[in-house]
């Protein structure tokens, strides 16, 4: 789950400059991903840093946080927030969890509890934060912690639409199969209409979507 996976390209996309008054617009850019054997890839994440100042307007908004515990699993498997968020960890199984995170980013333990909610951790730092429990040693999950307020992960499907306003960007690219605490490798990217394009990878992405638990009730 750690082999560093290489990009077989990167989509440029023409830009010669904003017109006056488009410096608000808002577009829409869809991103597929796939694998190199033309799998659709899931929890591919994508961060936009725009290249360019922000007004108020141009600043999303999103929900609360959550990352949930079902079925002795961490849900959503990869979870993407902007820095300063806090992220509540509910514990849906009728047993206890144990959740805790030594990464550098975001060092934690919320010690063992069951069928209630744990007190909110802020992320005040980018980066990935690997998290799991000191029980349940196969579970595993990731939060991506950006300082932009522009991202988009993949779905089932490998399909992410990022609404994000007319500009420059250098976007970064991160997957659970990729070393998970190594700096994002950055690409430019000027943006001016809404845009679909592909992401192709140069490996072959492992799905889970199999996984057996077959660990007992414990």
Request: proline fraction near 5%; hydrophobic fraction near 40%; charge should be negative.
């Amino acid at each position: 789950m750690t082999n560093k996976l290489l990009l077989s390209a990167f989509f440029l996309i023409a830009y010669s400059g904003i017109a006056v008054g488009e410096k608000d617009q808002m577009v829409t850019f869809s991103i597929s991903l796939e694998d190199e054997s033309a799998n659709l890839v899931k929890d591919g994440v994508f961060l936009f840093t725009p290249q360019f100042e922000l007004n108020q307007s141009q600043m999303p908004s999103y929900q609360p946080a959550i990352m949930n515990q079902v079925d002795k699993q961490f849900v959503p498997h990869v979870l993407v927030v902007p820095a300063g968020t806090e992220v509540t960890f509910p514990n849906a199984d009728n047993l206890f969890h144990h959740v805790y995170s030594f990464s550098p980013t975001k060092q934690f333990e919320l010690k063992l509890y069951k069928e209630f909610t744990a007190q909110p951790l802020r992320f005040e730092k980018a980066g990935i934060v690997d998290i799991g429990c000191n029980i349940h040693d196969w579970m595993l999950g990731y939060i991506v912690v950006s300082d932009s307020p522009y991202f988009g992960k993949t779905n089932e499907q490998g399909q992410t639409d990022i609404v994000l306003p007319v500009g420059e960007y250098q976007v970064s690219f991160w997957h659970p199969q990729v070393d998970g605490e190594q700096a994002f490798s950055t690409r430019s990217v000027s943006v001016s209409s809404d845009t679909s394009k592909q992401w192709k990878l140069t490996a072959t992405i492992e799905s889970d979507d199999d996984f057996d638990f077959g660990f007992g009730d414990y």
